[in-house]
């Protein structure tokens, strides 16, 4: 498993991103590690896209 390290600023506009998708964390995680197509709409699917 890699880890990167992301500066504070960065790190801060995921957090402000992830409050939008108003999905917990580690819910999120498991549709996306999942590829769950049913648990993520357009709209959430184009924030995690942004976040890239």
């Given at each position: 498993?890699?880890?990167?390290?992301?500066?504070?600023?960065?790190?801060?506009?995921?957090?402000?991103?992830?409050?939008?998708?108003?999905i917990?964390?580690?819910?999120?995680?498991?549709?996306?590690?999942?590829?769950?197509?049913?648990?993520?709409?357009?709209?959430?699917?184009?924030?995690?896209?942004?976040?890239?």
């Amino acid at each position: 498993m890699n880890f990167f390290q992301i500066d504070h600023r960065r790190a801060y506009n995921c957090e402000i991103m992830l409050s939008k998708v108003k999905i917990p964390l580690h819910e999120l995680m498991d549709y996306v590690l999942a590829l769950d197509e049913s648990a993520l709409d357009a709209d959430h699917v184009e924030k995690l896209i942004k976040l890239s």
